[in-house]
């Protein structure tokens, strides 16, 4: 049975524990960081916390993106997606589905609940 330490999977994390320093709701799954900053963003927020690397259910490792409410709202549509940036580097790093999709308008606020980004051990 191959195997992958939690190490080599905490390394691939951290990226996201160190450089993420921003969310955008998006109108589909973002495909570039100018995608995911741009073109499809709906809203957007730098008040982020992704917790450090650790064991995730079922195996393997992920870390946590804390709740957020009080996401600024830049666009109408409905969000169907989330993208995690590092914006001193123009990286997308993470996309992702949201558990359900949400119309918002410009000028309002956005939240989004808690989620965990993962990476599984292999089988």
Known sequence: MATIADRVLDNGLTVLDTEANAVHITSQEATSYT???????????????????ADRT??????????????SVTATGTATHYAIVDTT?????????????????????????????????PS
């Open 35 to 53: 995608d995911a900053t741009s073109t499809s963003t709906l809203g957007n927020t730098t008040s982020i916390t992704i917790s450090a690397p």
């Open 89 to 121: 580097n123009s990286r997308l790093l993470v996309t992702g589905s949201l558990t359900a999709s949400q119309s918002v308008t410009t000028g309002n606020t956005f939240s989004l609940e808690a989620l965990d980004v993962g990476i599984p051990d």
């Open 58 to 71: 079922g195996g393997g490792r992920k870390v946590t993106l804390s709740a957020i409410s009080g996401g």
